[in-house]
T-cell receptor, first 111, second 117 residues
Framework: GNSVTQMEGPVTLSEEAFLTINCTYTATGYPSLFWYVQYPGEGLQLLLKATKADDKGSNKGFEATYRKETTSFHLEKGSVQVSDSAVYFCALLNNFNKFYFGSGTKLNVKP | GAVVSQHPSWVICKSGTSVKIECRSLDFQATTMFWYRQFPKQSLMLMATSNEGSKATYEQGVEKDKFLINHASLTLSTLTVTSAHPEDSSFYIC?????????????FGPGTRLTVL
């Protein structure tokens, strides 16, 4: 089946610290992988995506590489800001255009 | 970019009443719309998929008669929670597929928070 597992939060970091949020997946076929961000009281916003193995998605300083050999899509950012505080969801889109989301990881960045 | 709106953004209703939530694609035609439910501190769970002009496809465990979905046009889908009960209180998010991207990307609405008293 299809599923996404991401690290539990909350993750609390100081401003300018390095961020890693782990995400692993199980899937049949060849899924696309996504990271979405949700700010308080808002819907999901696409942060980045990768459609095939070894692709790297990047946006706003965040990046993630589609690793088929380890079935992972870890999110990283070299220097976080207070404004990055939000909940981050890893997701896969299977060959039937159906999304499967991880449980979300809350990030708190302190000044 | 592609924008999806939801109305209302929050609603409080009494137990036993029905509530309608609208999902609109503002600047593109959405061939398919999706409805998700999000419980506090949990992930999104797909409830149903709707294609314009046809009946919605519900995920296993979702009551069709309780969560009525209508996708009457390429820019509007509605979710009606019938005879709402406190356990229906949740954050409901829609997404729409279509738009300028050739990748069939889904664009998410801002969500509707339903509280049933």
């Amino acid at each position: 089946g299809n599923s996404v597992t991401q690290m539990e939060g909350p993750v609390t970091l100081s401003e300018e610290a390095f961020l890693t949020i782990n995400c692993t997946y199980t899937a049949t076929g060849y899924p696309s992988l996504f990271w979405y961000v949700q700010y308080p009281g808002e819907g999901l916003q696409l942060l980045l995506k990768a459609t095939k193995a070894d692709d790297k998605g990047s946006n706003k300083g965040f990046e993630a590489t589609y690793r088929k050999e380890t079935t992972s899509f870890h999110l990283e950012k070299g220097s976080v800001q207070v404004s990055d505080s939000a909940v981050y969801f890893c997701a896969l889109l299977n060959n039937f255009n159906k999304f499967y989301f991880g449980s979300g990881t809350k990030l708190n960045v302190k000044p | 970019g592609a924008v999806v709106s939801q109305h209302p953004s929050w609603v409080i209703c009494k137990s036993g009443t029905s509530v309608k939530i609208e999902c609109r694609s503002l600047d593109f035609q959405a061939t398919t719309m999706f409805w998700y439910r999000q419980f506090p501190k949990q992930s999104l769970m797909l409830m149903a998929t709707s294609n314009e002009g046809s009946k919605a496809t519900y995920e296993q465990g979702v009551e069709k008669d309780k969560f009525l979905i209508n996708h009457a046009s390429l820019t509007l889908s509605t979710l009606t929670v019938t005879s709402a009960h406190p356990e229906d209180s949740s954050f409901y998010i829609c997404s729409a597929r279509g738009g300028p991207s050739s990748y069939n990307e889904q664009f998410f609405g801002p969500g509707t928070r339903l509280t049933v008293l």
